[in-house]
């Protein structure tokens, strides 16, 4: 379990015109939910949106993403789950492979977000 009140992050900022996204995960009550990378996927986006709606921002709004996969092999699985929630122009995006934090986690993603002008 996970209380996030007790990090020292926001999960989101706003500068100026960007809106910057803390990495999340699938998360439900500090646990994490989902049993593939793309339920996962699916829930982290989910965890986003809700970071970005007070900003009157949504998912069309996101530039940037950096990903982090647990494994290489989910990408596939990943790719398309990503895919189906994001637009083109798609965001610009990095992928990276690494552990994560909690057990059971199989991605994070944070996003940077620009206001409309």
Excluded: C, H
């Excluded at 900022?13 to 960007?18: E, M």
């Excluded at 646990?31 to 990378?37: K, N």
């Excluded at 596939?76 to 059971?104: I, K, M």
């Amino acid at each position: 379990m996970i209380d996030t009140s007790i990090l020292p992050l926001s999960p989101a900022r706003k500068s100026g015109s960007l809106l910057f996204v803390s990495g999340q995960l699938a998360l439900k009550d500090g646990a994490v939910v989902g049993d593939d990378v793309a339920a996962q996927t699916n829930l982290a986006i989910d965890a986003i949106e809700k970071q970005l709606v007070p900003f009157g921002l949504g998912l069309g709004d996101v530039i940037k993403t950096t990903v982090w996969l647990v494994s290489k092999a989910d990408f596939p699985a990943f790719n398309a789950a990503y895919g189906a929630r994001f637009s083109a122009p798609f965001p610009a995006r990095a992928t990276v492979v690494s552990e994560l934090l909690p057990d059971r986690a199989l991605v994070e993603i944070e996003a940077i977000a620009q206001a409309r002008e």
